[in-house]
């Protein structure tokens, strides 16, 4: 079994703030993560993915997240944020290896930056 | 490419109608899902498709079917729609990352049902 925790359903931070989501898995294997991001009235796109390479993941607009087994931690950062980064973020979960299809998502955190 | 498409983009049911949202890829993937989206609750699996002639249950499958008869095509269909099912539904498909052997998925833009 798999879960996600997403720390904060709502985070504001004003534009040029550092962006810290949080994000705390449990898996019983070794898993994969995986950060999406939502515009209003948009579908899902990946942000970045953790598949066991390298534990700093570098992704899209400038965020990028540690994976961190001691914490069982994924948390998506990026240094400085602007307007557009306004959206919502979900983190998810899946067993690594070629054996599972199944994504379990969080609930999402919804970052609004504040000009 | 036009990646996934769904239809329609927004629908209005009365209770106990049946209806089916269309969901179709044209990136050849293997794997395609469908996700409902509630406030609060995040994305909910609903059914997935690891190939043509093959579907199973997702964590929410109730008042729901699916059939994938052509790698491309993925409709969900409700029998009899209830207010429960008020809901913004996203289909998605993949391909796994051939390095890794991860699940990618591709989403589409989501539709928007309302059951009075």
């Known amino acids: 079994a798999q879960s996600v925790t997403q720390l904060g359903s709502h985070v504001s931070v004003s534009e040029g703030a550092l962006v810290l989501l949080r994000c705390n898995y449990s898996s019983s294997v070794p898993p994969y993560l995986f950060w999406y991001v939502q515009y209003p009235n948009q579908g899902l796109q990946l942000l970045l993915k953790y598949t066991s390479a390298a534990t700093l993941v570098k992704g899209i607009n400038g965020f990028e997240a540690e994976f961190k087994k001691s914490e069982t931690s994924f948390h998506l950062t990026k240094p400085s944020a602007h307007m557009s980064d306004a959206a919502e973020y979900f983190c998810?979960?899946?067993?690594?290896?070629?054996?599972?299809?199944?994504?379990?998502f969080g609930k999402g955190t919804k970052l609004s930056v504040i000009p | 490419n036009a990646g996934v498409t769904q239809t329609p983009k927004f629908q209005v049911l009365k209770t106990g109608q049946s209806m089916t949202l269309q969901c179709a890829q044209d990136?050849?993937?293997?794997?395609m899902s469908w996700y409902r989206q509630d406030p609060g609750m995040g994305l909910r699996l609903i059914h997935y498709?690891?190939?043509?002639?093959?579907?199973d249950q997702g964590e929410v499958p109730n008042g729901y079917n699916v059939s994938r008869s052509t790698t491309e095509d993925f409709p969900l269909r409700l029998l009899s729609a209830a207010p429960s099912q008020t809901s913004v539904y996203f289909c998605a498909s993949s391909l796994r990352d051939g390095t890794s052997g991860a699940n990618v998925l591709t989403f589409g833009a989501g539709s928007r049902l309302t059951v009075l």
């Open positions: 498709s690891v190939g043509a002639g093959i579907t």
């Open positions: 998810a979960v899946t067993r690594s290896g070629a054996g599972s299809y199944q994504l379990t």
């Open positions: 990136m050849n993937h293997e794997y």
